[in-house]
């Protein structure tokens, strides 16, 4: 598999290369290699069907940076008993670096990608999977992952730029 690192291209550039060299669903890699490393734009983890999902920053606090969280098929149940399925999780110095929740998914399927806000003609926009947006992935063992992201406008990307764990245990 071809390494973009050096090619002159964004990640979503090299993602849409890819994807265009790789026509056939089933075969396609969901990822493209950066300086030896695979590199995502999301990613998604089997999980229980009945789970508990434990969220921690690393990284330095960055307001503009966060994490988003989508149950398929299912819910977080918040603090106040409210069902979602996205949580959005900023990681500002405002909050704690920590969050946790239930969660459920018929499907035992969530999606986790990084998501950053970006000024643009003096608004504030927030996005993902632009420009130089995507994450290296760990797995350390089961049920537990570290993710580093590198937001859109970062040239080259910083897969530091926003550190965080994510911890899935069985709550059945």
């Given at each position: 598999m071809?390494?973009?690192i050096d090619s002159g291209i964004s990640i979503q550039s090299a993602m849409l290369d890819?994807?265009?060299?790789?026509?056939?669903?089933?075969?396609?890699p969901n990822h493209i290699i950066w300086g030896g490393k695979e590199v995502r734009t999301g990613y998604w983890i089997d999980v229980p069907h009945e789970?508990?999902?434990?969220?921690?920053?690393?990284?330095?606090p960055d307001a503009n940076q966060g994490a988003d969280v989508k149950v398929e098929s299912g819910y977080l149940k918040l603090v106040s008993g409210k069902e979602v399925k996205l949580l959005r999780t900023w990681h500002s110095p405002e909050?704690?670096?920590?969050?946790?929740?239930?969660?459920?998914?018929?499907?035992?399927?969530?999606?986790v990608c990084n998501v950053y806000i970006e000024e643009r003609g003096g608004h504030s926009f927030e996005e993902k999977?632009?420009?130089?947006?995507?994450?290296?992935?760990?797995?350390?063992?089961?049920?537990k992952y570290v993710f580093r992201c590198s937001p859109g406008?970062?040239?080259?990307?910083?897969?530091?730029?926003?550190?965080?764990?994510?911890?899935?245990?069985?709550?059945?």
């Open positions: 071809k390494d973009y890819m994807y265009k060299s790789y026509p056939d669903k089933a075969t396609r789970f508990h999902l434990i969220l921690s920053f690393l990284s330095a909050y704690e670096p920590t969050v946790e929740y239930d969660g459920y998914s018929k499907t035992g399927r969530i999606f999977w632009t420009r130089n947006a995507g994450m290296i992935v760990e797995l350390k063992e089961k049920g406008e970062k040239s080259p990307p910083d897969f530091n730029s926003i550190v965080f764990t994510l911890n899935i245990e069985n709550r059945a």
